[in-house]
């Protein structure tokens, strides 16, 4: 974070390409600088030029008689290795690389480019960019950038992909009076990416909001961690194009990166509470109304209008939406009868009809407010000779004061309404053009709100309620790797499965036709009869499957045929036999599967199966590791659900056997990495249960080859279950220590609630206020990715408010910075259990943690009168060193 203190908060600036020539990069970035407002100073570097705008010139950065923060490079691709090793001699900390002809050009850019970050790194300077615009810091009147305008200062955090984009949004924020607490093009992302700036931006508090237009994602791990990090504090908000096969190509060829699948993007911005939008409208509708109103409760919205034509709009677009029109109370429709003209509406949308005045408005409103069912207001207003737009605005903002429902509005014209909009607006009520874009931006706050459940939802590392088999499918995927093939048969594949607890029908292998008649009568037919090759994945293509097999004979003749027609088809294949498998006919076919993403890596599918997979395409995509609320989740937006749940007379299917079937899949796909592609289609359900019936695995032989980390492959780090220990206090007292849980967070507060000032202000160093804020907001709901918070729990009768349950009883956190080579160790014990070791346990156990974890660097503050963390300290071979009012203890793990 300090390195980019420098690039945005930088007292030296050197323009590198500095220009005195009209319509060049070099002279748009002098004048915006110096032009501007900003405070710091600026050295134009140029080889041609003694003097730009009359400032001395220097031909290279190192003459530069000043330390530089901020290095700006806008010279031509083949200049900028050298510049960068003269910006890491002359102690340059950071450097925004203006120029294109990179990772976007081809193989000799993207070499290129790796050639500069590798001096960059060796230098330990944070790169913005290549092919960049540069950035605004409004507050500052610091315009590092080339555009011909300057942003508005406010609490909004822009981070753009696309350079032009990002000049065209800067005209639009200007005629919408949006403001910025950053605005960043951040390019081809060699060094800074979306995650860096996310973490910084979180931080600020003069950011309440963060915006992404993203064509492409590199880190992907990192940008999840982000944002689950700052999501639930502050909106992020995601433009991500590249939905279609052609804008994924466009974005991939910009970019020089992956695009990766448009549903994986989705499913990953859900999971880490981000609010996706579609259109560059949507991104900033949505950030107006999440800075200005308080979140919906529901999904229930009331529309108000003077107009019935407005009234249809809204409620076509609400019927298309994640929302719903809010259905009346009785009473409701009752007190607005008493108070309208007897011709309105009579219903939501609620027609005032065209000479509604701001009394009729303001009346309608606050009984619309006192309605259980509505959990928002959308006003809409069309401009009517009778009409008063601002004084209904003014009455509007009146209102909001006392609800803290959400209220919108959409004030429809042009210059007649203006006033209106602005009094609105003046009064934090977002105005809208038209009832498409609020309904819009409602619709994506609700879906915010959706999303950020599930922060809350942390799958272990362990699965619990099953005990797979992980031995005996490590054996079997060994064994397919020795005999040098990338796929399973379909035997194995159900044999994987069957190890994970899944159902499989009852089967067996067949080399000869005598056997496939055995088999077939031992299972009991009908029976149904596929051919078994590593070499044939598309087996019906071939006629390689015979269904409904009810006879002895059958068998026989539908063994002879299979393998006939293989040998005609593909003479070559290494065929095991033919596979014999009970015949299963269930109401429903399902597919389950996992595809690995180059992107975010495995992930799961769930959804209609069988020959419709292809047809009506109803499927949801989630990330595993899931628990059973996750896996209702995907179950829940499938369209099928609502046939699996149970229509007029159909019965409804054994649904806890589909959320146990997603639960142990998902965590087959944390245990093998080995696995690139797993698809279970169909699943055959009904009312008795469900069956696989087919199934296919390709193995991921980069991973086979390469190895890796466990759960490396996962981009969502799951609970740490192995990290649960038992100790027994100096008393004799048996404690466990685990990770802590979101659902943990009433014992914690209980906790700290009967800390002593003394063990607060030790814990706080010396700081007690709004300590309650700090715990509820930041220390139950983590990310397990990049920091690890640790409980010790007590079984005592005499335990807080006399007590026989589990109490938390200590804390202890350890808090990775974002790159993850240092981190923060910060520990608590309740006054009771103090002295009994626990202390000394905490620090063994965190430091074991982290040398796990490969950090490299480990510190600690605390108060000087703390002579116990003292002793602990130097015993351990910290470094102890003396900031004034306190200590920090520095350790550098080997």
Known sequence: MKNLDKLFKPKTIAVIGASNSKGSVGKAFMDNLVDGGYRGKVFPVSIKRKRVKNIKAYKSIKDIPKKIDLAIIATPARTVLEIIEDCGQAGVETAAIISSGFSETGRKGVAMSKKILAAARKFNIKILGPNCLGFIIPSANLNASFANKTARPGRIAFISQSGALGASILDWSIKNNVGFSYFVSIGEMLDIGFHDLIDYFGRDPNTSSILIYMESLKEAKKFISAARAFSATKPIVVLKVGRSEEGAQAAR???????????????????????????????????????????????????ITNAGGPGVIAADAIAYSSIRLASLEKKTIKRLNNILPSA??????????????????????????????????????????????????????????????????????GESVAKGIKRLEAGNIPAYISPEDAISSFASVYDYSKN???????????????????????????????????????AEA????????????????????????KIASNIGFPVVMKILSPDIVHKTDIGGVKLNVNSKKEAYKAFRGIMSSVKRHNPQADVH?????????????????????????????????????????????????????????????????????GFRNIPRVD????????????????????????????????????????????????????????????????????YVIKYKLKNGQNIKIR??????????????????????????????????????????????????????????????????????????????????????????????WQNLGLESKFTDYILEIAKKRKIKHIYA????????????FKKRGFNIIDEGKIYRAELSIK
């Open 739 to 832: 990770p802590i849980r979101p659902e943990d967070e009433p014992i914690w507060m209980e906790m700290f609630d009967n800390f002593s000032k003394e063990t607060l202000r030790q814990r706080f160093l010396g700081q007690t206020k709004n300590i309650s804020s700090y715990i509820m907001q930041r220390c139950t709901k983590i990310d397990y990715g990049r920091e690890v918070v640790l409980i010790a729990r007590i079984k005592d009768k005499k335990s807080f408010k006399g007590s026989i349950e589990a109490k938390v009883i200590g804390v202890v956190e350890l808090a990775s910075s974002p790159f993850g080579e240092e981190a923060e160790f910060t520990s608590a014990v309740a006054d009771r």
């Open 655 to 722: 649904l806890p056997a589909i959320q146990f079937l997603l639960y142990k899949f998902s965590y087959l796909m944390v245990d093998f990495p080995e696995i690139k592609e797993f698809d279970v289609n169909p699943f055959a359900i009904d009312e008795y249960g469900g069956v696989v019936l087919d199934a296919k695995v390709i193995l991921d032989r980069k991973i086979i080859k390469e190895g890796g980390k466990p759960y490396s492959h996962l981009v969502i780090s799951p609970y740490p279950k192995e």
């Open 253 to 303: 060829s910009h970019t020089g990166s992956l695009t990766g699948n448009d549903a994986i993007f989705s499913a990953v911005f859900e999971r880490a509470g981000i609010v996706r939008v579609d259109t560059v409208d949507g991104l900033f509708c949505t950030a107006k109304l999440l800075a200005m109103q308080n979140r919906p409760k529901n999904n229930r919205l009331a529309v």
């Open 452 to 490: 950020l459940n599930l922060l809350n939802e942390v799958p272990s590392t362990i699965p619990q309620a099953f005990s797979p088999r992980i031995k005996k499918n490590k054996e079997l995927i060994n064994s397919v790797i020795k005999d040098n093939r990338d796929s399973l048969t379909e």
């Open 861 to 872: 503050k605390f108060l000087k009168d703390n002579k116990v963390m003292h002793h602990i």
């Open 577 to 645: 036999g033919v596979f014999v498998e009970k015949m299963i006919n269930k109401r429903y076919e399902l597919i389950l599967g996992c595809q690995k993403d180059p992107i975010f890596g495995p992930a799961l599918v769930f959804g209609m199966g069988g020959l419709a997979v292809e047809i009506f395409k109803d499927i949801r995509v989630g990330l595993p590791p899931l628990n059973m609320s996750l896996s209702m989740r995907m179950i829940a937006n499938t369209k099928i659900y609502k046939l699996l749940k």
């Open 344 to 413: 309105w509406s009579k219903r939501n949308p609620i027609d005032l009809l065209g000479d509604a005045d701001h009394l009729r408005y303001r009346e309608a409103i606050k009984i619309c407010l006192e309605d259980k069912n509505v959990d928002g207001i959308l006003t809409i207003l069309t401009p009517q000779s009778m009409t008063d737009p601002e004084a209904i605005a003014r009455e509007l903002v009146k209102v909001s004061k006392n609800t803290k429902k959400t209220l919108l509005a959409s004030w429809m014209g």
């Open 494 to 517: 159900k044999e994987l499965l069957a190890n994970y607890k899944i159902p499989v029908a009852k089967s067996g292998l067949a080399k000869t036709a005598r056997e496939a008649v």
